[in-house]
């Protein structure tokens, strides 16, 4: 069997009295693309943020690299982090930076590099996603597309062993998302690198997944190949590739209110 | 009981909002040797020298005005009631002591408050808001030493300069009252100051303005870093870290001044 990079345990995470990762459990091997599916407020994004270790879980563990990141020393935490990239789903690339310092800004802080070494550096890992005429631009005067790849570009800056996209395509038109698709995979095939994408696109999963995870109301209720998960009876999953609504009416509260509204029930009936 | 509940809550919560700055406050202790310079990392220092610039240079237009409006207002009023005594002279000591001592510390760290202690909290809760602080804490980057240490290392150098400031733009206006009413020169009047304040009153001014520093900064920042929300929950922490700053300020003022009053009083 590979090496698990990440290790989630029965992970279980509460907000006051609601649960939204409810004992979630999965290994994501070596320089795998694991995808984790599913629609919104189904607990992905919370379930990402827990491996990065930005959040402390209710119970279970969270393992990189053989750490538990919520039981380590804060020196052993920075070591990991220093062997991850993290790409957010708003880009977060610092407003008040170039594009340019927005990338070199971990490389300055955590390698004893020269500067011209990290300028060289920046402009040609900047190029290589497309962004070697953008250096001196900032962030506000960048498109979603070019904020994204910046996203990236500084995730990798450092060659992470890990890396882990929160929502890579969302917002992005079709094209500019499938280039994305293609950075991904050529990460992956270059670098061998370990890659956690969160999403709720279809295609792009399809495209670069190895495994796909999907959740469902905080519980994964599945860990499969793309053919696997494509061939699923599950209903959940069924609902999710035929792309089918909630049946009408499961929001009963919700619909009795329309109804209230339209004037079909209640007081002005 | 519920309104003993509610003061045992409120004292609860009062307690771990300070427990909180502390324990920040510490954090940026620990993380101020990177940030100097020769043993910290250089583009931090630059960023200290920054923040002096817009904490300190770009407040000092404001804080000359005010000290000014406010040295002669206190002159004015002061000098209403001394001259029926025939003791126009003490308008000279009073302002000259009063700023000082109190007036123009506490004056600075309310203007500093209102400009940049807010300032902070809305940067820092817009970088929270925005994911910009989970960024950097995922790059192995601490937001303490990167965001605050940085603040509050330029806040405590260039608050203390803005009282000084402070002062001498007060008693100066102290003078253009007395050069009106008695026409006393210039050199006199700072004689006579000079000869009304001692250094004791010079550093107990100076040790208020290091603590206002240190709330203000601390508190700016604590209200960004705990910003939960959309940029409505940025605005709300703009509001309350400049009214707790305020409050904690003149709490603070009211404190060491009665330690000094002790202090003097033996």
Redesign the interface.
Known sequence: MAEAVISVDSLSVEYGTKRVLDHVSLDIERGEIMVLLGGSGSGKSTLLRHIIGLERPTSGTVRILGTDINRCSPKELKSIRRRMGVAFQEAALFNSMSVEENFSLPVHELTDLADPVIEIMTHMKLAAVGLGESLQQMPQELSGGMKKRAAVARATALDPEILLFDEPSAGLDPIVAAGLDQDILLLKRIFNMTIVVVTHEMASAFNIADRIAMLYQGSLITIATKDEFRKSTHPRIRQFLDRQPDPIGANTAAMHRLEELAGLTGAGV | MRFLERIGTGVIQGLAYVGGLTIQFAEGLRTAPRVLPVTG?R?RWYAAIREMALIGVDALGIIALVSVCIGFILAMQIGSELRRWGALQYVMDTVAIGFTREIGPLLTALVVSGRSGSAFSAEIG??VV???I??L?????DPIEFVLTPKYLAAIIVIPCLSVASNAFGILSGWVFMYIETKINLSMYLDYVYNSIDMRDIFSGLAKSLIFATIIVQVGCREGFRVKGGPDAVGRSTTSAVVRSTFLVILADAFFTAIFYLVRKD
């Open positions: 990392r583009g817009t970088m925005t994911n910009e989970d960024a804490r995922t790059m192995a980057i």
